[in-house]
Structures are given as C-alpha cells and as structure tokens.
C-alpha cells in the first residue's frame, strides 16, 4: 500500500502548524510588511482612482492603462520613466468585498495538505522503488505545480491574487517545470 498520500497530508499540517508559529509566535512577516505613513490619505485616492480588484504594476509603460507587452517595451522609457515614478505592484480589493478570517485559514489548512501530497508524490517518485522509470515531464510538472499550491495560491487566498494570475502560473510553472523535467529526463539517466 502507498504510504505517500498519509505522509503528504502528515507533511501538510507540518507546513501549516510551522505557518502559525511564523505568523502568530516570530512575527516573521509582521516584520516585513511596510505600512503607509497617512493609510487614511492612500486609501482615498484608491477608494476613488481603483474601481476593480486586481493586480497592478506601477509605473505602467503606456498610458492608455493598457500593460506593456515584452515585446513593445522601450527600456529607455521606462529608465526615465522610473526616475521620477515609484514602481511597484498591488493586490487591491476594493471595500466592500467580503473577507473571512476563519474561512481563509481553512483554506489556507487545504492548500498546504494539497502542498504536502504533490510534495509527497514527488518523494515517493524520486526516492521509490528504484526500478521505476520515472516521467522527467511528469515529474518537472508536478514541482512546478507545487510552486504554484505553495505560493500563488496562498497568495489568491489571502490578498486577492487574480484567478487569472494563478492559472498563468499553473501555466508558466506546470509547462516550464515539464520542459526542465524532460530536458532533465533525457540528459540524468
């Protein structure tokens, strides 16, 4: 019988016991998240400029509110553009969008037992029965998708990450980490 499974799920409320130590006890990230000098003044102007949630980078290239693509980046401007802007990025969610405390520690409980299995998995066909073959694609995949349930989804969780952010992360990831795996496959005997 496959010990993986358990041991995934055993893995997974390791991750989110240490995730509540680092949080509630170390007050690591409480140490490493910046606050605004007058949040009152900054969220007004959100309030009023932001109408959607989302995922804004800043300064944008354009002007017309439309993101740059790669391949119609000028550096030049950008340079310049840098120079007098800050740059940065933000999670918005503007007022009113309903917020559980309760409902996202649950889901943050399953997505690190998700994390967990997949990293589970990935033991169980690494470390195995050495006779298996293992699927370099297959396998490159599977960690990429763990990047993705342990990070990005987290991330949508708790401030909003974009739906469409993760599933381009499912995609980067998943595809990006199964090319590396068949390269690997086909070079690692």
Not at 115 to 126: H, K, R, T, Y
Not at 151 to 176: D, F, K, T
Request: glycine content about 12%; charged content about 15%; proline content about 6%.
């Amino acid at each position: 019988m496959n010990k993986w499974p358990v041991a995934g799920i055993l893995a997974g409320i390791g991750v989110f016991v240490w995730g509540a130590i680092t949080h509630m006890a170390l007050g690591i990230e409480q140490k490493s998240i910046s606050t605004f000098s007058d949040e009152a003044a900054v969220t007004a102007v959100l309030k009023e400029k932001v109408a959607q949630p989302g995922f804004y980078f800043f300064p944008n290239e354009q002007d017309d509110g439309v993101f740059f693509r790669v391949t119609e980046q000028d550096p030049e401007k950008m340079a310049a553009r840098v120079k007098t802007s800050p740059r940065g990025v933000l999670l918005y969610t503007p007022a009113g969008v309903p917020f559980s405390f309760p409902a996202s520690l649950g889901t943050q409980f399953v997505l690190d037992i998700l994390s967990g299995v997949i990293l589970a998995w990935i033991f169980s066909v690494a470390i195995g029965d050495p006779k298996r073959k293992i699927c370099g694609p297959c396998l490159g995949a599977v960690v990429g998708l763990f990047s993705v349930a342990a990070i990005l989804l987290p991330w949508w969780n708790w401030y909003g990450l974009p739906v469409s952010m993760v599933a381009s992360g499912v995609i980067e990831q998943g595809v990006g980490f199964g090319i590396a795996g068949w390269i690997l496959g086909k070079l690692i005997k």
